[in-house]
C-alpha cells in the first residue's frame, strides 16, 4: 500500500487498497497480459517442434499362399528435434501398384531419441482376391513400387500432436524364408 504525506496526515490513494474499484480494474489487465504471453509462447512452439520423418525402409515378405499372404513393413521414424518423442500410434494404409493391400494402426508406444531414428515393424496381412497380376508380379520381384499414407501421433512436451505423412516409391523386397512362389507369376 502506497501513501503520501500531505502536511501531517497521510492519504492514502484508492488503487492500493484492496477490493476498491481501481485495485479491480487493474486484474483485468494482468489476466489479458498472462493470455498473451501463453499465445505468444504456444506460437513459439511451432518454432521449436519440427515433425518426423517418417520413410519405408523395406518390406519383408514372410509369408504367401494360395488365398494372400504376410508382409512386415519396416518403417524408420527420425526426430529431428532435441528432444525424445514418443508415439503413441501409428496408422497407415499401404498400396502396391495402385492397388490398396491394406491398413494398419499399430498402437505399441516407441520412443525417437533426441536427433535419433527408430525402426517400427508394422505387420500387414493381405487377401489376393481383389489384388490384379500387376500387384503379383511386384511381389515377386526384387523391390516393390508403393505408396504408403497415414499419421503417426506423438507425445511432445507441449501435449499430444498428430502428424499426417505420405510416401511413395520403391522399397527392397526381402523374402523370409527362400524363395517364395508368388500364385500366379512365373519368371
Request: aromatic content about 8%.
Amino acid at each position: 500500500m502506497s501513501s503520501k504525506r500531505e502536511g501531517r496526515e497521510w492519504v492514502y490513494s484508492n488503487h492500493d487498497i484492496p477490493g476498491s474499484p481501481s485495485a479491480m480494474s487493474v486484474r483485468p489487465h494482468c489476466f489479458l497480459l498472462g493470455l498473451l504471453t501463453s499465445i505468444g509462447a504456444c506460437s513459439a512452439i511451432g518454432d521449436i517442434f519440427k515433425e518426423p520423418d517418417v520413410q519405408l525402409d523395406r518390406v519383408v515378405v514372410r509369408s504367401v499362399g494360395v488365398s494372400g499372404g504376410n508382409l512386415d513393413l519396416i518403417v524408420k521414424v527420425d526426430n529431428p528435434n532435441s528432444f525424445t518423442l514418443h508415439g503413441t500410434k501409428l496408422e497407415v494404409g499401404f498400396d502396391v501398384e495402385g492397388q490398396h493391400l491394406g491398413d494398419i494402426a499399430y498402437d505399441d508406444d516407441f520412443s525417437v531419441t533426441e536427433n535419433g531414428t527408430t525402426t517400427v515393424t508394422l505387420p500387414l496381412t493381405f487377401a489376393w482376391a481383389g489384388v490384379g497380376s500387376a500387384v503379383r508380379t511386384a511381389l515377386g520381384s526384387g523391390d516393390l513400387p508403393y505408396r504408403m499414407k497415414g499419421q503417426v501421433e506423438l507425445a511432445t512436451p507441449w501435449g499430444g500432436k498428430e502428424v499426417p505423412f505420405t510416401r511413395e516409391g520403391r522399397v527392397p523386397l526381402t523374402r523370409l524364408v527362400g524363395y517364395l512362389t508368388i500364385p500366379g507369376y512365373s519368371q
